[in-house]
């Protein structure tokens, strides 16, 4: 089953049997990180462009805020892009927007992946039941690949909102707070939390 085909949360739960549930993810007090000048250039000249597509929220806002994650941590992790996440286990397939691995300098899709970055043009919401299929997938590849995970986090973002979910023994835990690109130093200190989870 294709991953955009998850449209709703009870579509997720009848064909996967997954439940879902709100939870607050991250501790009150983050210690936020300080973007880099190069971050801070593309954000201030991504407010120069049209950004009134998915397409041109990703390359402009959402790319470079990840690819910060990736440098901050460029000997722990790779950062892939519009790659295919198919899985024998469930059929579950497609491409999803953005995949962090814990194998540094990788060129394709390489177990374990940790963390899946789900865009939408509209509400954070409506990327919920798709990001939760692709974090699901996410375990059952990393189980194929014998590189098995018991926590994968997820985020939805329309690029101005960040969302974040996290799998776990077999329930989808929707963060009950949301994080602003305005707070950047916050939503970097958030990747960075998920990174040194996955690390201890």
């Known amino acids: 089953m294709a991953y955009s085909d998850f449209k709703t949360l009870q579509i997720l739960k009848k064909e996967t049997g997954l439940s879902y549930q709100l939870q607050t993810l991250f501790p009150p007090l983050i210690q936020g990180l300080q ?4 971050l801070l250039f593309d954000l201030q000249e991504a407010k120069t462009y049209g950004l009134l597509s ?6 402009m806002l959402i790319t470079p805020l990840l ?10 992790i790779s950062f892939l892009s519009g790659v295919s996440l198919d899985t024998n286990i469930e059929k579950l397939n497609g491409v999803c927007d953005y995949i962090f691995s814990a194998v540094p300098r990788a060129l394709e ?22 990001c939760a299929a692709e ?5 059952l590849f990393n189980e194929q690949n014998n590189e098995r995970q018991n926590v994968i986090y997820g985020a939805v973002t329309n690029a101005y909102e960040w969302a974040f979910l996290k799998f776990e023994n077999n329930l989808i835990f929707i963060d009950e707070d949301r994080y602003a ?15 040194d989870t996955y690390k201890k």
């Open 35 to 38: 973007p880099s000048e190069h």
């Open 181 to 195: 690109l305005q707070n950047l130093e916050i939503l970097l200190g958030v990747f960075q939390i998920i990174i």
């Open 67 to 76: 690819k910060e994650v990736r440098r901050k941590n460029s000997k722990e």
């Open 54 to 59: 998915e397409k041109a929220k990703s390359e």
């Open 135 to 139: 974090m699901y997938a996410s375990y």
């Open 109 to 130: 899709l390489t177990a374990p992946i940790f963390c899946i970055v789900e865009a939408k043009n509209r509400t954070v919401e409506e990327g919920f039941a798709q």
